[in-house]
């Protein structure tokens, strides 16, 4: 019998907690787009209203809109194509902002008490520990698959 050299070979799964970081964070990114569009529109209807003084809202507001969205699509989006540098700036976004909360919330307990700044920040931390816990149980399984 001769063997078929044309044995098809399949491709090592994701793992799924990397699936669900990754979507997760495409989820998060088109959220706060959403959620920074709902702000900078009314502004920029003032602005129209009282005779366009000053600085557009939109173009002011643009580049923030562009680079928060891009932070959380981009490194989702190259998790599910398997790519090790977006495991690494998944990471590093991560770990910079739950620093950036830890520090807010030690300025808050210092002026207001054992209380964080708001509900909806709160919940956005929470999230960011899940998604970073989430990526470090699961990187071995995703260093071995990924290019």
């Given at each position: ?11 090592p799964?994701?793992?799924?907690k ?5 979507w997760?964070l ?22 129209k ?17 562009i ?5 959380f ?25 739950l ?5 807010m ?29 989430l ?5 071995k ?7």
């Amino acid at each position: 019998m001769e063997k078929n050299n044309h044995q098809i070979t399949q491709k090592p799964a994701l793992p799924i907690k990397i699936k669900i970081a990754a979507w997760w964070l495409i989820i998060c990114g088109i959220i706060f787009l959403s959620y920074q569009i709902s702000i900078l529109y009314p502004s920029y209807r003032l602005w129209k209203a009282y005779g366009e003084f000053g600085i557009n809202p939109l173009y002011a507001g643009a580049f923030p809109v562009i680079f928060n969205t891009l932070i959380f699509l981009l490194p989702g989006i190259f998790l599910l194509k398997k790519r090790k540098m977006a495991w690494n700036f998944a990471v590093a976004i991560l770990i910079f902002i739950l620093m950036g909360g830890l520090f807010m919330f030690g300025v808050s307990m210092l002026r207001e008490g054992f209380d964080f700044p708001d509900k909806f920040t709160a919940i956005f931390y929470f999230f960011a520990i899940i998604l970073f816990t989430l990526l470090i149980l699961d990187r071995k399984n995703f260093w071995k698959i990924a290019t």
